[in-house]
């Protein structure tokens, strides 16, 4: 690793230790670390159980730590996170591929306030970097499958981004390098058992590359009653990005370009009937579009991809007696997809449906829980798939919790990988996974530390059969790794967050690594909060990995890279800050997917106000 990284982190801490023994009697005591926080907060991705009951491994950022990062996009926040890796195909409005404990990116699962955002439409999915981070109060990342209680894709990780909750009013405005600008506005107010949230932003980037314009708008748009027995509402999400596509094939283009729409409604309800008895209702309906158009490509001049997803789920949770907790619940969910290209109609109109059901069951003793869970999902066209999960966890002590689970999981096939006329198999069954891990957590002064071990092996993973000219069931992989993970608090006015990961991959039909991903990947950020300003550098370090090289048609060898970020918040008055950011300070060159170079320096400018 180069030795870059450590003058900057040794020279960081040096400032802030000097800083804080000076202005210690002054600071500041509103803000607490994250993960102290979540040691009493309710994971709703988790089945709204309180973190320290969780067997799952669990990272938590709340709205101080993502106003941090210099990358806007939700990018910028799994980076941080152990187990998490996502690589960009150059800008920020390029494909960036996630890779949650090394599973694919079709294996990994999205939320909005619980809903699900998916694109049936496509292999890939949904390109969720682009949703900017700005939009969400709080991000709670599980590490390891979840296919017990959220179904397909959930083999690697399941992200859940949850909106504003704070009442609050906040407006800013940024400037950059390369005619770069962002805006974003936030507003939530409470009107006695009412409350109403209005929150968007726009992005306008450009890197001096020609055809290379990327401008992203988004918006989430609450409104509801809340009592002590009703919560009810509607959420309306919208992201729209439209960007060109400067390189293709290690050449410029320069009239090549995509534009990405997902829109999503949902309708949550939530009847406390006394403690011990909740019904919760979701309703949604999502729409998503990806069309990409390039007049000078041979092959294929423009393709448009749409799909629809409705869905409904009803879930009960009850409490028999204290230490047992139970909940069960179903979902359905009917899926349209239409794909289509310049000379014809790859799938036309093409529906599906999905009905599903799972049970938990929770014992909560005074160091023990136990939790075991099973959902069954019987999709149209493929077999059935059961997925349970077993976990322990144990709290050895007040500063020391052992855990660990073992998880059955799947992805269902696509629409077009089942039905495209070209390269679709209807014969095509759910990839499946069997998963492990064990973890420590310990919980000192000042500081939360967690180590976790997990070990995943994947069966019948659909890739391309050159034979069959077909996608098949034709691949197999072993992956296992290292997460570490901390959160250290120092004098209450230094806050450093890092995250370790090892990775040892096996592609078993090819019989090397898998693509994409680095055995070592770490990352770091330290933030010092003084009463004048707030000071904040992260860094993040992606090791040696193979991957696909489209000139030479196989595979290459991508070097290890680092990138340093900054960010400067300097308050005018209570209401008031000036903010300064920059990313790649050290303006290095790298590509994280190989052929497509990463952006250099940017340097950004920006006004905040924020009423509370």
Not at 371 to 393: C, K, M, N, V, W
Not at 411 to 436: C, H, I, K, V, Y
Not at 484 to 512: C, F, P, S
Not at 573 to 594: C, H, M, Q, W
Request: proline letters at 4%.
């Amino acid at each position: 690793m180069p030795k870059k990284w450590l003058v900057f982190s040794l020279s960081v801490l040096l400032c802030l230790d000097l800083a804080a023994a000076e202005d210690s009697d002054d600071l500041e005591r509103q803000r607490s670390t994250g993960e102290q926080e979540t040691l009493v907060e309710t994971i709703e991705v988790v089945g709204h159980v309180e973190s320290r009951r969780s067997v799952q491994s669990v990272t938590v950022f709340h709205g101080g730590e993502i106003d941090r990062l210099a990358d806007s996009g939700i990018k910028g926040l799994l980076n941080h996170s152990p187990g998490f890796l996502v690589l960009s195909g150059g800008h920020p409005g390029q494909f960036a591929y996630s890779y949650a404990r090394g599973a694919s990116v079709n294996q990994s699962l999205f939320l909005i306030d619980g809903f699900k955002i998916n694109d049936p439409s496509s292999s890939i999915g949904v390109n969720t970097s682009l949703f900017t981070s700005s939009l969400f109060e709080t991000a709670e990342i599980v590490r390891g499958p979840l296919s017990n209680l959220h179904g397909s894709s959930a083999m690697g990780g399941v992200v859940n981004l949850r909106s504003q909750r704070s009442e609050a009013i906040e407006a800013a405005l940024f400037w950059g390098s390369h005619a770069t600008y962002e805006g974003r506005i936030n507003a939530l107010k409470h009107l006695g058992k009412f409350f109403l949230h209005a929150n968007a932003s726009w992005l306008h980037y450009s890197d001096g590359v020609e055809n290379d314009e990327f401008v992203n708008r988004g918006a989430v748009l609450k409104a509801g009653y809340g009592d002590d027995h009703l919560q009810t509402g509607i959420l309306l999400f919208a992201n729209l990005a439209d960007s060109g596509i400067p390189f293709n094939l290690g050449q410029p283009t320069l009239r090549r370009e995509y534009a990405q729409d997902n829109t999503l409604v949902g309708l949550p309800l939530t009847v406390k009937f006394n403690q011990d008895h909740i019904l919760r209702l979701r309703f949604s309906h999502q729409r998503n579009s990806y069309r990409f158009t390039d007049p000078e490509d041979t092959w294929t001049p423009y393709y448009r991809n749409r799909s629809t997803v409705n869905s409904g789920e009803i879930v009960y949770e009850t409490s028999l007696f204290s230490p047992v907790r139970l909940q069960a619940g179903i979902e359905g969910t009917a899926r349209r997809v239409r794909n289509e290209d310049t000379d014809s109609q790859p799938l036309e109109e093409q529906d599906t449906h999905s009905l599903s059901a799972f049970f938990a069951a929770g014992l909560e003793l005074q160091r023990f829980t136990l939790s075991a869970s099973i959902r069954h999902d019987r999709y149209e066209f493929i077999d059935p798939a059961t997925s349970p999960q077993i976990g322990l966890s144990y709290a050895a002590a007040d500063w020391l919790r052992l855990r660990g689970s073992y998880s059955r999981s799947f992805r269902a096939p696509t629409l077009p990988e089942l039905f495209n006329p070209m390269w679709g198999n209807p014969d095509l069954q759910p990839e499946r996974a069997a998963s492990w891990e064990v973890g420590a957590e310990l919980f000192l002064s000042g500081a939360t530390v967690s180590l976790v071990y997990f070990d995943s092996a994947y069966t019948q993973l659909i890739g391309y059969d050159p034979t069959t000219w077909t996608f098949a069931n034709i691949d197999e992989a072993d992956i296992s790794g290292l997460e570490l993970g901390a959160r250290v608090t120092l004098w209450e006015a230094v806050h450093i967050h890092a995250a370790y990961t090892r990775l040892d991959t096996h592609d078993i039909k090819n019989d090397q690594e898998l693509l994409r991903r680095p055995k070592h990947a770490f990352s770091l950020m330290i933030a010092y909060d003084h009463r004048r300003f707030s000071l904040s550098g992260e860094m993040i370090y992606v090791g040696r990995r193979l991957d696909y090289d489209e000139l030479l048609w196989s595979t290459g060898e991508s070097p290890a890279f680092d990138t340093f970020n900054v960010v400067l918040r300097v308050p005018i008055n209570p209401k008031l800050s000036l903010i300064g950011k920059v990313s790649n300070a050290f303006d290095r060159t790298y590509e994280e997917i190989l052929g497509y170079p990463a952006p250099g320096r940017r340097a950004m400018l920006g006004i905040s106000y924020k009423m509370l």
